[in-house]
């Protein structure tokens, strides 16, 4: 059987989509992921076949005016014709089609064109309709004071006003009809969620018949390198600061190690796509690269991220605690979880400062939040990808 896995987005999409190809394939199935052309590399490294859709999208990220309208209409139009193109290609001699994230705006139609299952993939709740969560602050169309059932009529309304022309301009020229409601399309009666029930829970009741298999996490076995061993043994577990793929300020890797310092800690910063680093020489920091989460934070003393979904649930499951700095999407979600469960510090939107990360974790290296961090870990899954991969084969095979 080959699947098609599909994704646009930063590595918070991709990665669990490669974990579970690789549960696919020691199942037996031959896998494609198609992704924006930054992860071919990343994909390669793991044995898997890669199928790039779209431009890179650490060049996009990196933006710092919004565009124009003209220039938005263009993106948006270029953004259907490229996953008309890619996706179609990619999925040419696939089964099952399995699309992540809320770009996939393609990946259905594609699917219905070769008559073949598609799965709608979601990795935080609030990102799927639901009247008992707010959507993800999303911007002009979508009232924010609103109640939720009103936002998220407000959020379809404004799916329809970006994508119906393009969509279904594509679809009409490879003989499709067009679709009333693009938002619940791409996202089907039957979406699933690859989130950690504890962590994530989707509410109840709910007009979606939603499966959680669990979060998607890659099982790296590579070790930590000898850099990372030798400052880890060197001292006192230490603070790490990781904002992934979000564009942060210069002065980010200053207020980090100022604030570990402050504290009487050290501190690992991770550089990501902002190339945070060094702000001296001194020895009680270590300016990283990409690492094995699971590796690395459960000799970690508290974790500073961005609060997207597969950082958050491999904290969780270290069972250290952490302060969650949202900066888009469903990251605010998470913030609002790890506040909820006791287990972190919800920091403020935005940028940090010295007084602002100092004060995150204090709240967040209290004994009493240390210990419900520790607490909660073991009980988040670990066989997500395990029971996604043995859905999607029995899928295919019916």
């Known amino acids: 059987m080959r699947v098609l896995l599909s994704t646009i987005g930063s590595r918070g999409e991709v990665q669990p989509m490669l974990a579970l190809g690789l549960e696919l394939t020691r199942l037996g199935a031959r896998v494609r992921l198609c992704a924006p052309p930054d992860f071919q590399e990343l994909v390669a490294r793991y044995g898997l076949e890669f199928a790039p859709v779209g431009p890179e999208v650490s060049r996009a990220g990196a933006r710092t005016t919004p565009p124009t309208p003209e220039e938005r209409r263009a993106m948006i139009a270029g953004t259907v014709g490229d996953q008309f193109d890619a996706v179609g290609a990619a999925a040419a001699d696939c089964d099952v089609l399995v699309g992540c994230g809320a770009l996939q705006i393609a990946a259905h139609s594609i699917a219905e064109l070769r008559g073949i299952p598609y799965v709608y993939v979601a990795y935080a709740a609030n990102t799927l309709p639901s009247e008992q969560l707010p959507p993800p602050p999303l911007g002009p169309g979508v009232d924010a004071t609103a109640d939720n059932a009103t936002q998220w009529k407000q959020d379809a309304q404004r799916w329809n006003s970006l994508w119906s022309e393009p969509l279904g301009n594509h679809r009409a020229a490879h003989g499709l009809p067009p679709v009333a409601d693009v938002r619940d399309y791409i996202f089907t009666a039957h979406p699933w969620l690859a989130a950690d029930p504890v962590l ?45 793929s979000m564009h942060m300020a210069a002065e980010t890797s200053r207020a980090a190690i100022d604030a570990a310092r402050a504290l009487g800690r050290r501190a690992i910063v991770l550089r990501g796509w ?62 609002d979880r790890v506040r909820t469960l006791g287990i972190g510090f919800a920091h403020a939107p935005g940028e940090v400062t010295r007084e602002s990360l100092l004060s995150a974790l204090g709240h967040a290296l209290t004994p009493e939040t240390a210990a419900r961090a520790r607490d909660l870990g073991p009980a988040i899954r670990t066989d997500g990808a395990t029971r996604a991969a043995e859905r999607i084969l029995a899928l295919g095979e019916s």
């Open 200 to 244: 994530g829970p989707w509410p109840t009741p709910s007009d979606l018949d939603v499966w959680q298999p669990g979060a998607w996490m890659l099982r790296d076995r590579t070790p930590l390198d000898a850099e990372i061993e030798e400052f880890l043994a060197a001292g006192e577990p230490p603070v790490y600061f990781g904002f992934g």
């Open 274 to 335: 902002s190339e945070l680093g060094f702000i001296d020489q001194a020895s009680d920091c270590l300016a990283i690269g990409e690492v094995d989460h699971a590796a690395l934070f459960r000799r970690i003393a508290a974790v500073v991220h961005h609060g997207g979904a597969g950082t958050t649930t491999a904290v969780t499951r270290a069972g250290v605690p952490q302060v969650v700095v949202p900066q888009r999407f469903d990251q605010y979600y998470w913030a």
